[in-house]
């Protein structure tokens, strides 16, 4: 017979081992843009490298016409961002396989930034 000590042992344990098996691997891990990760020098350069590289020949004023909207900052979050370029939308490409999550955050948190600019 368990002991209800034991068994609310087994419980915590259960809780200290499971706990990060569930946070990582591959399932859907939501991203955390704190203040601090948004305003990083660091992140922002790799951020704007992206966008200058793989996004604005779609989304840039000298794309071709109608190839991609114009991205309005005001109306998202990071979070919206991240999903789309994780995961993509219609004619939206998903970078998922292509950028470390770290990297489509850092896209994120660059057109969410006040010096960004289509
Ligand atoms: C091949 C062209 C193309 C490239 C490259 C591209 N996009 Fe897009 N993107 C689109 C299109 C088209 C849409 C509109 C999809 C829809 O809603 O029908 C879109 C939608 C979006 C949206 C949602 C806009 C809204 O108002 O709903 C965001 C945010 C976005 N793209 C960001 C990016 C970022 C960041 C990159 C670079 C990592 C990128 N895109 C690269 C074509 C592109």
């Not at 002991?3 to 569930?22: E, I, K, Q």
């Not at 350069?45 to 996004?55: K, T």
């Not at 990071?78 to 998903?94: H, I, L, N």
Request: charged share 25%; net charge neutral; glycine share 8%.
């Amino acid at each position: 017979m368990l002991r209800p000590s034991n068994a609310l042992a087994a419980l915590v344990l259960f809780g200290v081992l499971a706990a990060p098996a569930l946070a990582g691997g591959s399932g859907e891990k939501a991203p955390q843009f704190t203040e601090d990760f948004l305003n990083d020098a660091e992140v922002l350069a790799m951020g704007q490298e992206i966008w200058a590289d793989q996004c604005q020949f779609c989304h840039g004023k000298n794309a071709y016409p109608g190839k991609a909207p114009k991205l309005k900052p005001r109306k998202y979050t990071p979070e919206f961002v991240y999903k789309r370029v994780t995961k993509g939308f219609k004619g939206m490409p998903a970078w998922e396989d292509v950028y470390s999550d770290e990297e489509r955050m850092s896209v994120a948190a660059w057109v969410m930034n006040k010096d960004f600019s289509n």
